[in-house]
């Protein structure tokens, strides 16, 4: 077999380091260990018996390296459709059409990268709506390497637990992009967060380090410095809003190489990030739940201290029904003793025609050890609620730590103006390390507990004028 070296996962033992050939006749890759020292870009005669090469006559020629680019390149377009992703959903699919051709370049540059075997770290943020886009990604690449006959490696997933993309973040990434030498260079995709004055000095660190790949729905911030990635979508360029949640615009994107049916994902995400779309099933009821615990709380799921989640993970879960089942049920029980616990502890502020409702989640959430339910989303679970035994447009304010969770009725949230009152408020008290969001969801975070009283004074007396105005 004659191949070109295209990526080596680096390892401190020789013996461990894992090669990705392209072969030079077929243009599938195949990954290798190897007895044998060898370098990206070398071209090289071998047999490959049983994963490993012993021995092989080696070249190296630039003409190579271009040829195995392009030969990618051109396969990657292949497996891309022009025919925009619709649902008969006629503003959904406007904004879809309208984001095709960028999100159809995106994902040749995607699917060329995994075709040389170039590292690719993909991060979504960890709730219903970001884990859905993930997995249908990850079901779709699935469906792809099926039909092409070989699969993608060095693909890294990682769920991020901020909406910010930030220094750590990117130098661990630039980090474990180090630990490749690769022809092509790596791709970063991120998935429904990072769109904030708050990343960019994330994005600053990774320099000319990574191409990436950017598909958020949040509003978008001037002055945020990602906005310059040539592969950034977000349908609020092309006439839509965050009602086109990130894991609809995820598993639209997808739908660009693969037909694989992700519509319980997408209402699902609709579901989890309260999309005016939503048309909820049991299906989606019962996914969106599931996700929210699992992204959560890992700990119910792995049994172990880490914090990542993968969507293979998620898929175990998924096609187990009793294991399901009975974490849907822990979910639905340790949901119900929150919020009958905080309908015992809100303080409540009347605000013109609306009612703002107070709560310190800490007294909430009883047990410290718990991760379920996140106060973010909680916030939004409580906000329910209130509408529920109220007449009145509702606020929810929920406080925990240094953050402060805020969800407003989408009937009062222009003139709320919840992401005017959180710029006010960074730009005139110095104790606010970040805060942004939605209309009608957001967070802020501060710098000292201790100041988070005065915080929620500003917040609420801010609500308030703008309500009462």
Known sequence: MKGLVASIKYSN??????????????????????????????????DGEGGTVKSAAISFDDAAVSVAREAAAEAARRCVSNKPYAIGVKALDEV??????????????????LMLGAPVIIR??????????????YKSLADLESRIGFRFGNTVWKMQRSVFYGIDDASSDVLMANNYGTIEKPLLLCTDFGTALESNDGVATLGDKFDVIWL??????????????????????FGGDSNYTAGFLSCAFAKTFSEVDTR????????????EYSAPTEESRRL????????????????????????????????????ADELLG????????????????????????????????????????????LPGRFASKLLDKMRELNTEPCIVVLHFGKLVSVRVDKSISDKADLLGVMSEMKKAYAGIESG???????????ADAHDRSQIMRLLVDGLKGNLES
């Open 264 to 275: 319980e994902l997408e209402e699902a995400s609709f579901i989890g990030d309260y999309s």
């Open 96 to 113: 879809t059409a309208r984001m095709w051709d960028r999100l159809s370049a995106s994902a040749a540059l995607l699917l060329k990268k």
């Open 330 to 373: 822990y979910a639905k029980n340790k949901l119900s003793e929150a919020i009958d616990s905080a309908l015992g502890a809100v303080k409540m502020y009347q605000a013109g025609g609306a009612k703002i409702f107070v709560a310190d989640f800490e007294n909430v959430r009883g047990d410290e050890s718990a991760r379920y339910p």
């Open 124 to 137: 979504f943020h960890n709730d219903a709506d970001g884990s859905t886009g993930a997995f249908g990604l």
């Open 216 to 237: 958020d729905h949040h509003p978008i911030i001037e002055g945020f410095r990602g906005l310059d990635f040539a592969h950034y979508t977000n349908p609020w360029r």
């Open 13 to 46: 033992a020789q013996s461990e380091q894992l090669y990705c050939v392209v072969d030079t006749a077929t243009a599938k890759i195949g990954y290798y260990r190897s007895e044998i020292v060898l370098k990206e870009g070398e071209t090289i005669d071998f």
């Open 436 to 446: 942004g969001g939605h209309m009608s969801a957001g967070t802020l975070k501060v």
């Open 288 to 323: 969106s739940m599931l996700l929210d615990l699992m992204t959560s709380d890992t700990r119910v799921v792995t049994g172990s201290a880490s914090s990542n989640l993968t969507p293979e993970t998620i898929d175990t879960v998924l096609k187990d029904k009793a294991r």
